[in-house]
């Protein structure tokens, strides 16, 4: 005899992003209207190849600056799947700048929606039957999808100098409790995260950016190295996803070409370095960028602040 107990489901709840080292917006929304101009990026991740229900998740963001405020407004748009778990959320921010020339330091504010699902037509229990339908046999699951909303919210900074930049993001800041039925219960953790990347300026025009990224539940602490090198229109580098043995998880290789002064495209590629690289053929990652490069009417711009994070 099998008893099988579900309280509580937990994952993978923000999908993580080896090209958000690119997408500043997309670490701390207290970025958003710092270039100076429209914005727009898309991301789409497929992880751990090879896998049956493995996280397929993708991003479209934008931002700009609002000047008759004193800052900036972003938008936010991201969804995740994996096995019979799906996660939407859509989230509206607001930066506030305060100029500190030559350097500028900003305090952003998100809010927004979130639906999380769980589709059990995708699960198999050992006592279900399948041949005719979907009868799982079992009291908890059910055979429909099931939906709920969430709401969504957090605080970020960003610190932007000649040389560096810096970023904090605190996000749910009480967490949540989201009940699916009776008996299962999906927990939506706090999460803090932050990065740092310094510009340094090479011989020939070279530029290289080393950055760090982390990420905490409060629970659990991973760490993202990068180093990237820009020449010109192309850049690429290399990072690892870890930070010791036991969280060390993979390896990254990723590149990219500005085409013009509106479209850029990366790609970046996850070889996995833990249990997972005996099964699995790493991840996929593609963005595509769009700036608008004119100016936009809404007040009379700050002034402008020269960094390679604009190259």
């Known amino acids: 005899m099998c008893f099988f107990f579900l309280f509580n489901a937990a994952a993978q709840q923000t999908p993580a992003y080896t090209l958000d080292i690119l997408n500043l917006n997309k670490l701390s929304p207290a970025f958003a209207g710092i270039s100076d101009q429209l914005n727009v990026f898309g991301i789409y991740k497929s992880q751990w190849q090879s896998h049956v229900g493995a996280p397929k998740q993708y991003t479209v963001n934008a931002s700009l600056p609002f000047y008759k405020l004193n800052g900036g407004l972003g938008v936010d748009i991201a969804s995740t799947s994996q096995g019979a778990s799906s996660q939407t959320e859509f989230n509206l921010s607001y930066s506030y700048h305060t100029n500190w020339l030559p350097d500028i330091f900003s305090i952003g504010i998100t809010a927004g929606l979130g639906q999380v699902g769980i ?6 229990t ?12 079992d009291p908890i699951l059910d055979v429909n999808p099931v939906n709920r909303l969430y709401p969504t919210y957090g605080v970020s900074m960003f610190y932007g100098a000649q040389d560096f930049d810096a970023g904090l993001f605190l996000k749910n800041v009480a967490g949540q409790k989201i009940n699916i039925n009776q008996n299962i219960n999906f927990g939506i953790s706090r999460e803090l995260g932050g990065f740092f990347m310094y510009y340094l300026t090479l011989p020939n025009q070279w530029i290289y950016q080393p950055s760090i990224h982390f990420s905490s539940n409060f629970n659990q602490f991973q760490m ?34 500005k085409f013009n002064e509106a479209y850029t495209i990366s790609y970046n590629f996850d070889v996995s370095v833990n249990k997972l690289r005996k099964t699995s053929e790493g991840s996929h990652e ?3 960028r769009y700036d608008l490069n004119r100016e936009i009417n809404t007040g009379r711009p700050p002034n402008t602040i020269y960094n390679p994070r604009n190259l």
């Not at 589709?119 to 198999?124: D, F, R, T």
């Not at 050992?126 to 046999?137: L, V």
């Not at 930070?243 to 998880?249: A, N």
């Open 126 to 137: 050992p006592e279900g039957t399948y041949s005719a339908g979907t009868n799982h046999n």
């Open 286 to 288: 593609i963005m595509l």
């Open 119 to 124: 589709n059990a037509n995708q699960l198999i």
């Open 224 to 257: 993202e190295i990068t180093n990237l090198l820009k020449y010109g229109n192309v850049f690429g580098g290399i990072g690892l996803r870890g930070y010791d043995s036991k969280s060390i998880e993979s390896i990254s290789l990723l590149g990219g070409i």
